[in-house]
């Protein structure tokens, strides 16, 4: 204590007066950068005060990546019994913005306030004129002949007994005198609180829409495997049930030593394919191609008529070795070992994962093994792929992936990192905060209206909307909720489209998903029975009983209304029965940051979370989350039916049932008041 | 981001995996030292995680004040899932200690888990049996020859197949290896938290009672104002009431330049004695005393006879300055001058307070008006003065406090110093985190149970509990409030018990507050009619109708439970009755940081907040919070009133009638379990 309060002040001029405090957005301390998308935009507040009756004046002063000058905006005090302040920017380009806060003692505002308080009880003034004057012609002598001009101006009006400069808010001379006098302060006497780092980058980063398939369960012939040109063929698929990131499980050549059988059996058969994340083999590792799925050629091919449909190609990032890897003999120092002098396998006692080596992050080798790591991603953006669904983040060093990431940001700044981490809270929002763009969720498990509206309002609100952005799946190859284990069609659709419309990115493991494949295993684990990890399948797409136009609508939905594009203004309403999940969520546009503006696009969802019964309730609106007045009637157009209604009020009632539609995603507007 | 996710790691090490954050407690993000006294715990919390899933060691590592050693204490896991760990320590030492959180990756432990679970599962252990003895011998030749001693004896005990090393927690080989294999990892490979300081203080910095007095009003004889001396002879009546801090207002010469009179008229009658904030005349400023209350000698008498009834002198520390004051003349430059030359008095317009010149901490002349006014406390600090009640410190820079008090406690660390500041929360805490030991609050003002409730929960929980110190005045002679005017006796036995229960440190201003005087202005503010700052009186300290009897019986019962000495433990507990506010504190004697140790010495309030109706209702008690077993019968025990209770359950009815007894104060006992 005595080591902070003592230390006899320095400088002529006495310390600064202000306080800056508890500024946000704000990413663990400002040790990592606050996450946005182009346009989405970045509300600041802080709490700033002075001692004393002063007038404090408040900035946000913001800087453009690359640009050396900083753009002030002032702040408004929105709470001034707690002092706070907040202003707001809207990003319109990609890369680090930076932005601080920045308050001084306002001695022209607090003369003007006095003053005017002065006028208004009828007390002389003529002393204080003579006062305010000299304020304006000392900061004149400190400035600038071109910035002094208008300073005298109104030092002259004061001298002369012009009221104005203090009354009239449109005297020609008030503002610009006023203004200039803060120029003024503030290059002599400004605090600043630290600043703070926003990374901008491309919407997908926020709003995208993923479907994973297996490449070998793609032939459209029996008897062959699938290839990665199969898939370039199929690619209408994708592209019409209206997904924008394909998403392939690792393409590279499977090891075939401790190979896994069907349903994850010890001992492979001779025809059981293994497990795409026993990554490497004769044919090569992490930078080869698997024979069966082709060449890079192939590979290439597709990210080519993916771009053409208007889909990114997400590989998978599996840092993991099978024992016939080349590193594994090329590089041992980058793997443990037993005593024996054989390489350490992961292992869950009393289950063996000899199929798997881990890589040792720690090993003497580490930097060695941290670059070629480094180089496997470079080799893949290379090939024209983007975007990287990373295998397990959670069990390599935080330090390892945001030195990665933000190598790969330096070159590719449009690069996407979705961390597949499924573990505690503390570690997903780290790996958020170290730099991934997107992270696998809870979702699959939040299943009651309760637990749904509990999880998905942390997600959407700070800290966890600035550093961690939600990518929600109802299944992967590993997930079979017992939630969707022998459930029927009604509630695959229930499970689309909350993860379509909670989440600004979600995806699905398909076709298993559209399909409904609904059988687990029968050991009392949350996994597919006859899994595609171990065994390739071939799929019906034309099945009568598939959601594919569900899923092509909802997309269809989602594309169209900006609402669904952002996390950040997500509001459940109450429902009164607990079976109807209802919430909203309104476009930000960027274009107007006038907080009085009304909120826009308005898209309310009501979800009928009982796939087998009608459930019908009143609803309690929050009218102002929608933005309407309740009074006057408003229409609710639901885009998954084409039907409308009028409503006034905040509870209509609605019903839902199950084999019709899982629920409304009703479009919200209202004509001007006359 | 890119600056800080990428840097090539350095070093030869890979980078430490481990994260801590969110360590508590902590003021201000660590710019500040938290608050204790002697005696009172610190429980510390972390959140402490790594990727993966090995074992994380984490300590609690402190330094008491002027060692050179830090102690390590373990940190518990209290919730896995939110990677938290907690330990405690309890500072038995005045002056600046320091703490900090260490953790590393257990690699030892991370062995054991694994072997155990192995074990457990019938797994063969024999190769990993020879990776723990490698662990051991490594760990061995990193370190002294002592410490290796039991690292190599339990590497060969592994090496001859004997699992107790992993198995028994009493296995002689195994702690210590534990512990000396953490103690050689940790210094390799500690990652290290913030280093927080907490600054502990005398016990009366949480503790205290206070009694605010003018001593001019204290004359035994008529026609004449009381004296110093006077005062002297009277400490009996202040300690019988068992105060132990009397508080002064300034005690210095009165200006006599726009004196104002009576009620605060504009005008002084030539009898009017003037307001002592009215500082400085020909005789003297800060530094004298007015000639009419004595002399120095005077003073330290009082002091001294203060002392001889434990009782502590608070002199009032007010920086500013009368038109009279020696200052104005001496150093003009401390002043804000008016156009025509003259100083610039205080105003809120439309009113002026000619007889008050505010000091201006801005000046050219900062440093020397500094300078000064700390030598003004070192005056009084010279005369035995240990307190100050610091008048409206919210109007002079929080940086010239956090120097002056700093500069205070290197040479007097056990001076206290009162913040009078009724202002915005954040200002308030604020002048807590710079260094004020105690400070007013908003207690006069919350008079319903659920005002009470919401503001004493947030001043008994962080971030307020850690750096603002309570001290709850029912009245002062700035206020009387619209509650206490014209209220009766009953209402002020209320406010007393609130102020003396609710908050460890407390005081009134006498003895208008024990002589029940209710008569406001009639001018719609919250004053005193015919206020003593004003004028002189003369008080009947006998009369029947005082409350003198209460507050003793109240203040005895203080200092008797150590459950009224701390804040911290303060719960409210459920009333059915909402005039009945109902609430209990525990002791902490710092003897035992183990927390499954029952709540000692638990006291419990009720508190019927009407003045005069009879109240009645069923409380809900917190047992965990009283740390009883409502199972079986406990005892409370009514220090008011001595009568005693036998309850069972949670659920008692209580009824108190206004006339009797303003509340409860129940002693709670339970004998143990046989």
Known sequence: MEAKASGPPKGTRAPNRIVIDDVTPCVAGGAYAVKR??????RVAATVFADGHDEVAVVLSHQPPGARAWVDLPMASVNPGLDRWEAMFTPMERGVHRFRVLGWIDHFASWQHLVRRKIDAGVEVGSDLLTGAALLEAAAADTTKREAAPLLEAATAL????????????????????????????KADAAAGPVIEVLVERERALFSTWYELFPRSWSPEPGRPGTLRDVADRLDYVADLGFDVLYLPPIHPIGEAFRKG????????????????????????????????GT????????KRAADNGIELALDLALQCSPDHPWV??????????PDGTIQYAEN??????????????????????ETLLDVVRFWLDQGVTIFRVDNPHTKPFAFWAWLIGEVRATHPGTIFLAEAFTRPAVMQRLGQVGFTQSYTYFAWRQSAQELTEYFTELTTPPSVDQFRPNAWPNTPDILTFQLQGAPREQFAIRLLLAATLSASYGIYGPVFELCENQGTDNGKEEYLDSEKYEVHR??????????????????????????????????????????????????????????????????????????WNQGGTLELDADALGVDPVRPYEVHDLLTDDRYTWTGVRPFVELRPPLAPGHVFRVSQPPAS
Chains 1, 2 share one sequence.
């Open 37 to 42: 998308v182009v346009g989405e935009p970045v």
């Open 159 to 186: 001298r002369a007994g012009d009221l104005l400069v203090v009354t009239d808010p449109g005297s020609p001379t008030r503002p610009s005198a006023a203004a200039l006098f803060r120029s003024r302060l503030r």
């Open 262 to 293: 069907r349903n994850n059996a010890e001992q492979a058969g001779p025809a059981d394919p293994g497990s795409p994340w026993a990554i490497g083999a004769e044919a090569g590792g992490h930078t080869a191609v698997h024979p069966d799925l």
């Open 296 to 303: 890079l050629d192939d590979l290439r091919h597709l990210v």
């Open 329 to 338: 003999t090329e590089h041992p120092e980058w793997f443990r070992h037993r």
């Open 349 to 370: 006692p009393p289950k063996k994962y000899q199929d798997i080596y881990p890589l040792d992050f720690e090993s003497v080798a580490w930097r060695t093994l941290w």
């Open 539 to 612: 799929w019906d797409l034309g099945d009568p009983a598939s959601l594919r136009e569900l899923v092509a609508t909802v997309n269809a939905i989602r594309y169209g209304q900006l609402a669904l594009h952002t996390n950040r203004t997500l509001r459940f309403h109450h429902s009164e029965n607990d079976q109807l999940l209802c919430f909203s969520k309104t476009a930000h546009d960027g274009a107007d940051p006038d907080p009085s503006v009304p909120a826009r696009n308005p898209v309310l969802v009501v979800v009928n979370l009982d796939p087998v």
